[in-house]
DNA sequence: TATATTGATTCAAACGTTTGAACACCAGCG
DNA sequence: CGCTGGTGTTCAAACGTTTGAATCAATATA
């Protein structure tokens, strides 16, 4: 057959098995402007030919001469976070529609995976790059790497504006203040509270939302009833956080009739930890996710949560990269901040508070104990 | 700065600036075997350049020259399907040992998107390709372009050995044994069976090896309760054909204990149909999933499925595209079927029978209604 | 002194494309 | 006959690398 030694059908094997040159075979089989000169019969020969030995244009090649790769580097911290899943449909359909094609890449929950990634962007000469963060995120100086090549990035889960990247981060505090207005709106009292780890930035933003809505409402969070998840690298942890969590809040005694978790997964992580107890939800405990997962959308009874609004985050950032990248590769703009609002999804995990509290059933029923009274938390 | 046109930075560009010729700096900044003989200053001059001016070799350029891209393409049904992830999470651990970068392709359960990516797959010059299949999946004919290139495939979820592709398929038929081997043990004499969508693969073999191992214990399976999940092109459509099924067969009066699902998204929509009718969780009935998904995992009460050992089939594919790039590409080697054993993984939605089956509690108790008799299913 | 040997560097061709410029042919016009 | 203007096709350079072969000192060997 036409092989060359590379084992791919190139230009030239068409070239001599049809008898035409290189030249006229590209033009041909590019469609380029000059192939309206090219008699037709040539035309279909070439094409005819083309087909019958598999041919399919190297894209290295064609990127090295053009100049230009047609592609959006996409990092994303963890692939098979369902976090990520509704991110990445947005930006691959707008980026499809703008004739771009996603290079996708997957730090896999590893933070030294997220440097090597990057470089590999680079070498592969993407046009832009999107950058989907979480925990795992480090704050790597290649990002000015990006910069110095003049390729135009976007991060989503971060706030990054002030080192000059256009970032899209979902309004925690809003978010947080939906949640518990939520839970107020059902009478809810004594709400606990799971905070993210540390060193998530979503976290103090969503807890500052909490407190002002609750203390809209007359109330305060007991202290007793805040936690917070361990710093983690293990990526499923956000589960096990809550579980965890959930045995604690009940081994302490300390009443409570709803929980706010970080996000979905902890909240589902809850709601086990509910259950070996013997508690129902919602009509024992309301429990409220963030984020809207498919996990929270299927489990039974499903998560109410905040919903952030993630295919449309992967949209505007698809958005934002190819517009900075017609706008012209200098056109230094100022780096933007899009905060998109996120909206309270009301399933089945909330309902109104029990009327008596109970806590534990198979050990002495420790109803109501109030916990000893606390200063009230700092503004 | 030392940008030229096209805005990245060359290996020109570093001559330019030390001084020295483009292939010295080529040998230096590629570690070739000949860079022990440029002089140590030469070598760190050069380094420091190409470090200070963000210097970062263009893939596409060196792919051209080495004629190898060092890439498998994966070419994923729906990147944001649970199933797919673990898969994923294989193939990219093994890959980079191997040395290769995956060019992840999401087909996003769109048929039409499917023969779209492979072109691009072949495009980009992978040296392999392993294909993700599942109910979207195109009899295409492009495979047989790929074999044209000679790349090397394989193909996860499908057997395609028969056209000379190497295949994983796990086997479903020892899966569905080990689902309705479970329920006996556990005392179910009335299992409800909802087959997968016509179309799929899967199906058959499952449903085979369910009833081999009833009819093994001297049983039957209902004709009346066994269903069929509409073929579908929606991607989410597991969960909610598992929904609407139950509501079917709760309606229809017909009694049973229990519930094989063909996957763990149906297994929670059966769940949700359950307890909308009031139906408790394993107590009035158990309901078994297939595959081992996240969202199984995470539910509460958790699932109990016939797992697919998912990532060690995609360390699999991974493995025999690279064996197959290293033997050579000539040598065609006759495809081989891979079919790795599920495993049955207990949780907590499976237990014994109701002593009495509830149908509807809020219905008249139709208890025990025996259905008419059947002549017995065909071997 | 002539000739290998080694060390440091460069030449130049090649990878598969694209594309501006050039070419060869033919028709029609003055 | 010399021009102009198509039409159909090809030349050759370029994109950024890599690499076998070549170059050129300087030093060691005969």
Known sequence: ??????????????????GFSVSTVSIVLSEAPLSQNVASTTREHIRSIARQLGYHPDAYAQSLRRRSTQTIGVLAFD??????????????GTLREAGYLPLIVDAQAQRKLFD???????ERRADG??????????ETNLLSDVKKNNVPIVIIGRDLV????????????AGGALAARHLNDLGHKRIAVIRGPQEMVDSEPRWAGIQRTVAAGGLEIDPELVFELPSIADPASGFEGGLRTARKMIASRCPFTA??????????????GLAEAGLRVPQDCSVMGFDDVLPAEVATPSMTTIRQPLTEMGCEAAQRVV?????????????????????????????PPPATIKLIQNSSPAELRRPRRRAPLPV
Do not use: Y
């Not at 692939?79 to 691959?92: E, H, N, V, Y």
């Not at 590769?329 to 009301?346: D, I, M, Q, W």
């Open 323 to 351: 517009h900075s990248i017609r706008k012209g590769r200098g056109k230094e703009e100022k780096a933007r901040l899009h905060k998109p609002f996120p909206e309270l999804v009301v399933r089945m995990s909330t309902g």
């Open 259 to 272: 929980v706010i978790a970080f996000d979905d997964l902890t909240a589902l992580g809850v709601v086990r």
């Open 79 to 92: 692939l098979s976070d369902p976090f990520c899943t509704p991110i990445m449909r947005g930006i691959q």
């Open 162 to 173: 002030a080192r000059g990247i256009d970032s899209i981060l979902v309004d925690n505090e």
């Open 116 to 122: 090597s990634s990057l470089h590999m962007i680079l």
């Open 1 to 18: 057959m036409g092989q060359r030694k590379s084992g791919h059908v190139t230009l030239l094997d068409i070239a001599q098995a049809s």
């Open 129 to 138: 790059v999107i950058v989907i963060a979480s925990w795992v995120f480090e």
